[in-house]
């Protein structure tokens, strides 16, 4: 099984700064089968980002991810009080398995 | 309109079974997988099971031999039936449309979730 890894547990910053956001696989993920997954308190997971850095339709541009093997990044540029959630890295390999999340604090 | 919207979640003693369903509307069912996955309360994400369109299923090694995926094109309709609940399965579950026919969990749309509780 892959196990992945997201650090910092808790990121808090200020709007208009920018958030980056690890992910950590204990095996090399292949084919960039790489997602990003936003949640807010009481909501369903939503898609951000597939295949390491493809945004999901309707995902503002300040998202975006890169990272290849085992190391994943999420950057938020320009943070907005909407951004407010937890993050969660999935990879979609071998079967699925996600990191233990990120939550995003804005001040 | 993507919808998801599980059902069948409740209360149950350690040891029962329950079968959850989805039901979803604004995309043809069969032409793409299915997934499960689950969130114990305050917690993260756990990818449980999926199923390709050719009915082919897939679990986490934690689960197999207690959960089922199935599902039913003509219903527009999927489901999990777990068997032999314990505490440790408490959880929102939620099914989630993949992105593709092929079985890679890439889960493009979710429903809201039904809640299964584990107690005596």
């Known amino acids: 099984e892959i196990v992945l890894t997201q650090s910092p547990g808790t990121l808090s910053l200020s709007p208009g700064e920018r958030a980056t956001l690890s992910c950590r696989a204990t095996?090399?993920?292949?084919?960039?089968?790489l997602a990003w997954y936003q949640q807010k308190p009481g909501q369903a997971p939503r898609l951000l980002i597939s295949?390491?850095?493809t945004r999901a339709t309707g995902v503002p541009d300040r998202f975006s991810g890169s990272g290849s093997g085992t190391d994943f990044t999420l950057t938020i540029t320009r943070l907005e009080p909407e951004d407010s959630a937890v993050y969660y890295c999935?990879?979609?390999?071998?079967?699925?398995?996600f990191g233990q999340g990120t939550k995003v604090e804005i001040k | 309109e993507v919808h998801l919207l599980e059902s069948g979640g409740g209360l149950v003693e350690p040891g029962g079974s329950l079968r959850l369903s989805c039901v979803v509307s604004?995309?043809?069912?069969?032409?793409?997988?299915m997934s499960w996955v689950r969130q114990s309360p305050g917690k993260g994400l756990e990818w449980l099971s999926g199923?390709?369109?050719?009915?082919?299923?897939f679990y986490t090694e934690s689960v197999k031999g207690r959960f089922t995926i199935s599902r039913d094109n003509s219903k527009n309709t999927l489901y999990l039936q777990i068997n032999n609940l314990r505490a440790e399965d408490t959880a929102l579950y939620y099914c989630?449309?993949?992105?593709?026919?092929?079985?890679?969990?890439?889960?493009?749309?979710w429903g809201q979730g039904t809640l299964v509780a584990v107690s005596s």
């Open positions: 999935q990879q979609y390999d071998r079967l699925a398995t």
């Open positions: 199923i390709n369109t050719a009915g082919g299923a």
């Open positions: 604004g995309f043809t069912f069969n032409n793409y997988a």
């Open positions: 295949g390491v850095s």
């Open positions: 989630a449309k993949e992105a593709a026919a092929a079985g890679i969990p890439l889960l493009d749309s």
């Open positions: 095996q090399g993920v292949s084919r960039n089968s």
